[in-house]
T-cell receptor
Framework: NAGVTQTPKFRILKIGQSMTLQCAQD?????MYWYRQDPGMGLKLIYY???????DKGEVPNGYNVSRSTTEDFPLRLELAAPSQTSVYFC???????????FGPGTRLTVL | TQLLEQSPQFLSIQEGENLTVYCNSS?????LQWYRQEPGEGPVLLVT???GGEVKKLKRLTFQFGDARKDSSLHITAAQPGDTGLYLC???????????WGAGTKLIIKP
């Protein structure tokens, strides 16, 4: 099993550009999550999904969108990138809501 | 403000020393997890504690959940360079699926 995979690993965007961060898991997990991690701030939940077709906002959803058309994939869309979105983004999945979360390797995004 | 406060934020000690990392809150959690994160990687679960007063051991690491389920600690005995990393606590509240994360303790063990 590959676990949770994320692409790209690094990306530099100009202000106002858009991009999609890809996330896939092969563990047949129902729950998937997107977090951002800023230095000294821990992990902040952006969006999460409890199953295909179902998504909900987390703590910091502004400036992001998600979709969950399949169990395996949970892409995160950034529209009109801003410097405040410079961060490391982690995708995670879990079998159910209160279980261990498995994380991908992260995407380091810089917006200049 | 963080709902889960971790202390210390940073700790650098010599190999062989003991240390304790704390995770505190004024809120009650149904369960609490500890993760370790190494540079360039995502967090990896070390342990989950569920019952107030619970103690779990993972080799040289001892985890304790407070009696009131508002706090937790991680004690490392005879720290080794391989213990170096960012230690994160995270808790579930009964009301939802969202993990509440602490800001982490960055631990460096010098040989």
């Amino acid at each position: 099993n590959a676990g949770v995979t994320q692409t790209p690993k690094f990306r530099i965007l100009k202000i106002g550009q858009s991009m999609t961060l890809q996330c896939a898991q092969d563990m047949n997990h129902n729950y998937m999550y997107w977090y951002r991690q800023d230095p000294g701030m821990g992990l902040k939940l952006i969006y999460y999904s409890v199953g295909a077709g179902i998504t909900d906002k987390g703590e910091v959803p502004n400036g992001y969108n998600v979709s969950r058309s399949t169990t395996e994939d949970f892409p995160l869309r950034l529209e009109l990138a801003a410097p405040s979105q410079t961060s490391v983004y982690f995708c995670a999945s879990s079998y159910s809501g209160h279980n261990e979360q498995f994380f991908g390797p992260g995407t380091r995004l810089t917006v200049l | 403000t963080q709902l889960l406060e971790q202390s210390p934020q940073f700790l650098s000690i010599q190999e062989g020393e003991n240390l304790t990392v704390y995770c505190n809150s004024s809120s009650v959690f149904s369960s609490l997890q500890w993760y370790r994160q190494e540079p360039g990687e995502g967090p990896v679960l070390l342990v989950t504690v569920v019952t107030g007063g619970e103690v779990k051991k993972l080799k040289r690491l001892t985890f304790q959940f407070g009696d009131a389920r508002k706090d937790s600690s991680l004690h490392i005995t005879a720290a080794q360079p391989g213990d170096t990393g960012l230690y994160l606590c995270a808790g579930f509240m009964d009301s939802n699926y969202q993990l509440i994360w602490g800001a982490g303790t960055k631990l460096i063990i010098k040989p």
